[in-house]
Every structure is written in C-alpha cells, then in structure tokens.
C-alpha cells in the first residue's frame, strides 16, 4: 500500500486539477503591442506598462501590488531572486544528490512543469514516484488555478507564461530567468471579478520591457 500511496495521490491531484496534466506549449501569439503607459520602477527594475493611472503600490518584504484602478487590474512584482531554497530543498529529493548548487533555477521549474500525473506509475519504486509527486505539488504551487502553460523567449529573458489572458480567470504569471538565472516573477489579474484585462502582444510587450537599472 505505501508503494502505491504517491501513485493514489498524483490522481487524486489531477482529479481536483485537471491543468497538472498539461506541459508547455509555444505561445499562440507572439506579437507586440505598443506601450505608453506608467513605467514601473522597483526592484531595481523597470517595465513598461500599456496602463495610465497608477493608484498607490503597496510594499512588502519583497514583493509589491501595483493597482491600476480606473483599468481593473493588479500587478504584483516580486524581487528577482538569485536562490529559490525552498525550491531547492524539493529538488534534493528528486535528484536524490546532497549538493544541488549546480542545477539552476530555471531547470528546477522546466521540471515541475515538464512532470505530468501520468509520470508517476505505480509499479515503480516508491523513491522515485516520491520525487515525481513532490514536483506535482509544486507545479500545482505554480499554476493554481491558470488554464495553460507556455514556454516564451524575450531575448533577455526566457521562462514560462502560466494562464491565457483571455481564458477565465483571466490572470497571468510569468516566471523569467536571464543569462545569470536570476528568477523574475509577475503576476497580471483583474480586480472586482473583472473580464479580460490584457491582450497577450500587451504581455510580450511588457516582459520584452523589463531591464535592470543602475541600482536596485
């Protein structure tokens, strides 16, 4: 029974959220859309946004909610971050290896969400099913409640767009990593149960926007 525990869990994961079974796809729109609303700035970052009226940024211990009120929409930036620990605590398990130091963040997350329920079978040895459900439950981390995944490339940022802008829910998650695999996160939802937001040229836009500044 314990053999089979990872395998009754990984479809009961996927009975309850059907998207864990989906693995990244081309984006089906790789067009950009003109900008000229409010820059952001923070971080050490700017990004260039198609939206004009900014209400006020609420800050936390890295991370910020950018409202766009008069648009319906939030934005949250997290800070980049070089060291994903609990990420990497996760993946000693499934590389089953003591020193993880040179597995990047980047290929942590391609493995999560490359790691489908039908990866874990049961005749397999349970350390090796474990390890497959440990990446399941951090895809789902990843994904929640968003409908697809894609793989994108902005030049100087490369990684993965989690939700369709104009599927219900309507959000969208980037995590993008550049050349030194620093890890970007952005999130873009609507407010008050709104409907679309975004296009996804505005989206390219915005992640082909993002840059490092002088100083964070």
Same mark, same amino acid.
């Given at each position: 029974?314990?053999?089979?525990?990872?395998?009754?869990?990984?479809?009961?994961?996927?009975?309850?959220?059907?998207?864990?079974?989906?693995?990244?796809?081309?984006?089906?729109?790789?067009?950009?859309?003109?900008?000229?609303?409010?820059?952001?700035?923070?971080?050490?970052?700017?990004?260039?946004?198609?939206?004009?009226?900014?209400?006020?940024?609420?800050?936390?211990?890295?991370?910020?909610?950018?409202?766009?009120?008069?648009?319906?929409?939030?934005?949250?930036?997290?800070?980049?971050?070089?060291?994903?620990?609990? +990420?990497?605590?996760? $993946? &000693?398990?499934?590389?089953?290896? %003591? /020193?993880?130091?040179?597995?990047?963040? @980047? +290929?942590?997350?391609? $493995? &999560?969400?490359?790691?489908?329920? %039908? /990866?874990?079978?049961?005749?397999?040895? @349970?350390?090796?099913?474990? $390890?497959?459900?440990?990446?399941?439950?951090?895809?789902?981390?990843?994904?929640?409640?968003?409908?697809?995944?894609?793989?994108?490339?902005?030049?100087?940022?490369?990684?993965?767009?989690?939700?369709?802008?104009?599927?219900?829910?309507?959000?969208?998650?980037?995590?993008?990593?550049?050349?030194?695999?620093?890890?970007?996160?952005?999130?873009?939802?609507?407010?008050?149960?709104?409907?679309?937001?975004?296009?996804?040229?505005?989206?390219?836009?915005?992640?082909?926007?993002?840059?490092?500044?002088?100083?964070?």
């Amino acid at each position: 029974m314990q053999l089979l525990s990872p395998w009754y869990e990984a479809r009961s994961l996927f009975r309850d959220h059907p998207t864990l079974g989906k693995l990244p796809s081309a984006l089906p729109d790789k067009s950009m859309a003109p900008l000229s609303g409010f820059r952001v700035e923070l971080f050490g970052l700017t990004i260039q946004t198609p939206w004009t009226h900014i209400g006020t940024i609420q800050m936390a211990s890295g991370v910020a909610m950018i409202p766009f009120p008069e648009q319906h929409v939030a934005m949250t930036l997290y800070k980049p971050n070089s060291d994903d620990f609990e +990420r990497r605590l996760f $993946a &000693e398990a499934t590389y089953q290896r %003591d /020193d993880i130091t040179t597995i990047s963040n @980047s +290929r942590l997350i391609a $493995a &999560e969400l490359s790691t489908t329920p %039908d /990866d874990v079978k049961w005749w397999k040895r @349970s350390k090796q099913n474990e $390890a497959r459900t440990f990446l399941l439950e951090m895809k789902l981390l990843l994904i929640g409640n968003l409908n697809e995944i894609y793989s994108v490339d902005f030049g100087n940022l490369k990684g993965f767009q989690l939700g369709n802008p104009s599927l219900p829910p309507y959000q969208v998650r980037l995590d993008l990593f550049d050349s030194s695999d620093r890890h970007y996160q952005i999130r873009v939802s609507p407010t008050n149960d709104h409907g679309p937001i975004i296009s996804q040229a505005q989206i390219n836009a915005i992640a082909a926007s993002i840059h490092q500044t002088a100083s964070p």
